[in-house]
């Protein structure tokens, strides 16, 4: 199982961005789906998590102005990112809960390359 992650880029402050990422490989299903972020110098933190119900989390931080949602048919998770600001600049990795085919049936959690997201002020 791979994930691959996209959209990254620079922006000004107050602009937006869209993050991709897509799962592929010998997938059952997904549970949930989520997108981390790490600053420099920092710890990396949630950002924000989709179930596969469509529930959704996010952090106090990004509340109404980024936006997570998926597309199961395409195992692919999206992150509508708006009003960004300066401390918004960090490495985004996506990550995922798979149940998959792997010597048998198996559930691990995977983690995307990370895309950099830098917002100027």
């Known amino acids: 199982v791979q994930l691959q992650a996209s959209g990254g880029g620079l922006v000004q402050a107050g602009g937006s961005l869209r993050l991709s990422c897509a799962a592929s490989?010998?997938?059952?299903?997904?549970?949930?789906m989520g997108w981390y972020r790490q600053a420099p110098g920092k710890e990396r933190e949630l950002v924000a998590t989709?179930?596969?119900?469509?529930?959704?989390d996010y952090s106090d931080s990004v509340k109404g102005r980024f936006t997570i949602s998926r597309d199961s048919a395409k195992n692919t998770v999206l992150l509508q990112m708006n009003s960004l600001k300066a401390e918004d600049t960090a490495v985004y990795y996506c990550?995922?809960?798979?149940?998959?085919?792997?010597?048998?049936?198996?559930?691990?959690?995977?983690w995307g390359q990370g895309t950099l997201v830098t917002v100027s002020s």
């Open positions: 990550h995922a809960d798979v149940l998959h085919v792997r010597e048998g049936v198996r559930r691990d959690a995977y």
């Open positions: 490989g010998s997938i059952l299903s997904i549970n949930r």
């Open positions: 989709i179930g596969g119900s469509g529930i959704t």
